[in-house]
């Protein structure tokens, strides 16, 4: 399996602010997606990060909030922009080739004051 | 959209005591994927099943796919403290690579 890092591992961050998170991969990977966890809760998708196009949003995740880029096949960054206290999460990116398994990063733990 | 449910979402048991955790949908999966994750960490795989009626085993963990790929269980023999975590199914459809997640199971293991 592949070897997943993520930048930062944790942020406190104040309301109205932004922070980009970087994930790294260590081996070319078809598909890359993006993932938040709320407190107690289960995955839920934010994007699927396509390299050299726009990412693919599920429904009620904008790219306005959540600008996703992939410049190539090992590399992807998630921006939460204009943060408020509600967007306090894991955010995990994972990484598949095509039909294969999921695997996933270590989290950034995002706490929005 | 594909739903799946995942029961118990809580269980708490003593070292020693056998469970199972189980994943239900009305959607068919083209596979599905059991996840652990600890407190702190990202949800690491266990396993993947892909054929109807297939069993794993690791260790003392044994995985089912329904034969109709629309269910799967996780049973878990003398569990340790070690087991303690967030158990999680994901069903894959079709050519949909995108996975939907079960809403986790947290276990913990009492000594």
């Known amino acids: 399996s592949a070897v997943i890092s993520q930048k930062p591992s944790r942020d406190i961050c104040q309301r109205g602010t932004s922070l980009t998170i970087q994930c790294q991969v260590d081996?070319?990977?078809?598909?890359m997606f993006w993932y938040r966890q709320q407190p107690g809760q289960s995955l839920t998708l934010i994007a699927t990060a396509n390299q050299g196009s726009e990412a693919t949003y599920e429904s009620g995740f904008v790219i306005d909030k959540f600008p996703i880029s992939r410049p190539n096949l090992t590399f992807s960054t998630l921006t939460v922009s204009n943060m408020s206290p509600e967007d306090s999460s894991i955010y995990l990116c994972?990484?598949?080739?095509?039909?294969?398994?999921?695997?996933f990063g270590p989290g950034t733990r995002l706490l929005v004051l | 959209t594909q739903l799946l449910e995942q029961s118990p979402q809580f269980l708490s048991i003593q070292e020693g005591e056998n469970l199972t955790v189980y994943c239900n949908s009305s959607s068919v999966f083209s596979s599905l994927q059991w996840y652990r994750q600890e407190p702190g960490e990202g949800p690491v795989l266990l396993v993947t099943v892909v054929t109807g009626g297939e069993v794993k085993k690791l260790k003392r963990l044994t995985f089912q796919f329904g034969d109709a790929r629309k269910d799967s269980s996780l049973h878990i023999t003398a569990a340790q403290p070690g087991d303690t975590g967030l158990y999680l199914c994901a069903g894959a459809g079709g050519s949909n690579y995108k996975l939907t997640f079960g809403k986790g199971t947290l276990l913990t293991v009492n000594p």
């Open positions: 994972s990484v598949a080739n095509l039909f294969e398994t999921q695997y």
């Open positions: 081996s070319q990977v078809t598909m």
